[in-house]
């Protein structure tokens, strides 16, 4: 595993996650839990929605990227710790049966003025399927400390 | 139930969820199956991290924003359907017995030109706690139909 310090960090780099795939049964189950909505939960009646089709929940999706992420083996030191989502869309809905694997593109590093010590990293989320085609696209600013002693950005 | 097309929609409109608590057991299950960190996992462990205790995933959080959302009496004909967040924020953490509701308010309406018989509706949706601090701030575009047979919206 190689755990980063905000100093390992640059613009441009990439990391790509395992893969996973997901299945009828997982998109029912999480749909009965969180998101109990025809298109989720009922093959015969999403046909008859704007989804035509069995279709992942958008917050399904998301939970099995971070999954994925969480599972990488590029990590922050601390884990990985959001504070918050500037964008997300879902280009595609994901269907039973994909495989979906994640490309995270680091777009900015910054050291953190107000908490000493540590900084925060922009980066680029996609989560893509056995096609390459996107599922998922989010800029996620993710909080990372500094390398301990680093007088430049410890102030 | 109130289901609403895109004409019985205005900006400054806004609507309140049920409320539902989550426990311990909840955040561990979740954590195990999709962000598995000390944090979401580990009451002693979570203590020594960032979050000063056990969390939830701010995706679980996510996710059980999106159960009363979609458990809630006014919602548009065909149902809750994300385009995308344009900016979702995690103010605090979700902790074991929190009880959480939520508050929608309508910022923006839209016909889509590119959909005949569509719409949008631009929603911040604020997950308040049982003291009312928010620990889930977003802006959502979810797709509405508009009524069949307004010709001023079906273009």
Not at 63 to 78: A, F, K, W
Request: glycine share 10%; charged share 25%.
């Amino acid at each position: 595993m190689n755990e980063r310090y905000l100093e390992d960090y640059e613009a441009g780099q990439t990391f790509t996650t395992g893969r996973l795939t997901v299945d009828a049964e997982q998109i029912k189950t999480f749909a009965a839990q969180f998101d109990p909505q025809p298109f989720h939960l009922d093959e015969e009646a999403a046909k008859r929605t704007v989804f035509n089709g069995l279709a992942a929940s958008g917050f399904h999706t998301a939970s099995l990227v971070m999954r994925l992420i969480v599972g990488s083996e590029d990590r922050p030191v601390g884990g990985f710790i959001g504070l918050g989502i500037e964008e997300m869309r879902w280009p595609r809905p994901v269907r039973p049966g994909d495989e979906l694997h994640v490309r995270i593109e680091v777009l900015e590093v910054r050291a953190l003025a107000s908490r000493p010590g540590q900084g925060t990293i922009k980066v680029r989320t996609t989560a893509l399927n056995q096609n390459n085609e996107a599922v998922q696209v989010s800029m996620n600013n993710l909080l990372v400390p500094c390398r301990p002693g680093n007088p430049a950005l410890n102030g």
